[in-house]
Nanobody, 123 residues
Framework: QVQLVESGGGLVKAGDSLRLSCAAS????????MGWFRQVPGAEREFVAA????????YYADSVKGRFTISRDNAKNTVYLQMNSLKPEDTAVYSC????????????????WGQGTQVTVSS
C-alpha cells in the first residue's frame, strides 16, 4: 500500500504560481511512476503530468506544457508540481497518483491516489 497526501492548493490570481506537494508513505516510493491529475465537477479526470521512478523522464499534457513542472525527491518521498502562469481554466481539484509505469496518461495506469487539493485561479 502507498498512502498519498497532497498539499499546497489555494486561491490565486491569473498569472500567479503555486507549488503542489504530494507526500507518500508506505511501500518504496522510488519504485513508482508518479502522476498528477486534475478534475472539475462533471468532467473526467484529466492527466496533467507524470514522472518516472528516477525522475529522468517527465511527461506533460499539452495544456500545461511550458507552464508546469513535475519533479520528485525520493529521499523525501515527495513529488511536486510547480505551476506557473496559472489560468482560470487550471481551476480544479489536483490529485497525485502512484503506479508501475507504462502508459502514463490514463488514470487506470495508477494504483494509488491521494484525496486531492483544490486549486482555484481567479481572472
Amino acid at each position: 500500500q502507498v498512502q498519498l497526501v497532497e498539499s499546497g492548493g489555494g486561491l490565486v490570481k491569473a498569472g500567479d504560481s503555486l507549488r503542489l506537494s504530494c507526500a507518500a508513505s508506505g511501500r518504496s516510493f522510488s519504485n513508482y511512476f508518479m502522476g498528477w491529475f486534475r478534475q472539475v465537477p462533471g468532467a473526467e479526470r484529466e492527466f496533467v503530468a507524470a514522472i518516472s521512478w528516477n525522475g529522468i523522464s517527465t511527461y506533460y499534457a499539452d495544456s500545461v506544457k511550458g507552464r508546469f513542472t513535475i519533479s520528485r525527491d525520493n529521499a523525501k518521498n515527495t513529488v511536486y508540481l510547480q505551476m506557473n502562469s496559472l489560468k482560470p481554466e487550471d481551476t480544479a481539484v489536483y490529485s497525485c497518483a502512484a503506479g508501475p509505469g507504462g502508459i502514463v496518461s490514463p488514470p487506470l495506469s495508477y494504483s494509488y491516489w491521494g484525496q486531492g487539493t483544490q486549486v482555484t485561479v481567479s481572472s
